[in-house]
């Protein structure tokens, strides 16, 4: 697999894979299944803010999550990866925090449009997700990291995060 070699290439990768991945898991697609029309909430005014609050949150967590990877030198993308295994920031937590924000800014956009399609395919997205990382990305980060993806992986649960951050 190639490195990024530099951090501007780092940067550059990061970006095109936050536009192509996730911009089109959390964007492109939710757009196609509701068109982004608001659903009338009829005063419900709470569950409005509930739904953006997730949004936000999850496009913060995803924007944290990608620039840890330029940070360290390469990409989230399976074709430049960092050299060193990324356990900073919101990895001290939970080992999928993209993936997590990725569902969480589906799920925000369900409810803000009120959208039925948009929860069955968090549905889809989340299989796919699950399947990918267990039949790819587990056994990859095994074979790349040897005992110290295995030591965090250990520590650090892949779908709930853990209260306090990781030391390991």
């Known amino acids: 697999m190639a490195q990024a070699s530099s951090p501007v290439r780092a940067w550059i990768g990061t970006i095109l ?10 964007g492109f697609v939710p757009w196609l299944i509701s068109g982004w029309r608001r ?7 709470l569950v409005v803010v ?7 949150a999850g496009v913060a967590f995803l924007l944290h999550s990608f620039a840890l990877f330029a940070l360290h030198q390469g990409t989230p993308a399976p074709v430049a990866p960092t050299e060193t295994l ?11 925090p993209m993936y997590l924000a990725v569902l969480t800014i589906i799920l925000g956009q369900a409810l803000l449009f009120g959208s039925w399609g948009l929860v069955i395919y968090a549905l889809i997205a989340l299989a ?13 980060l095994t074979e790349t990291y040897g005992e110290q993806y295995l030591a965090y992986r250990r520590n650090v649960p892949g779908w709930w995060p853990r209260i306090t951050p990781w030391r390991g």
């Open 17 to 26: 894979f936050l536009f192509l991945a996730p911009g089109i898991v959390a």
């Open 39 to 45: 659903h009338d909430w009829d005063g419900a005014w």
């Open 50 to 56: 509930i739904a953006w609050i997730a949004i936000a």
């Open 86 to 96: 990324v356990v900073t920031g919101a990895y001290r937590y939970v080992r999928n």
């Open 128 to 140: 796919t997700v699950v399947a990918f990382v267990k039949g790819y990305e587990e056994p990859t």
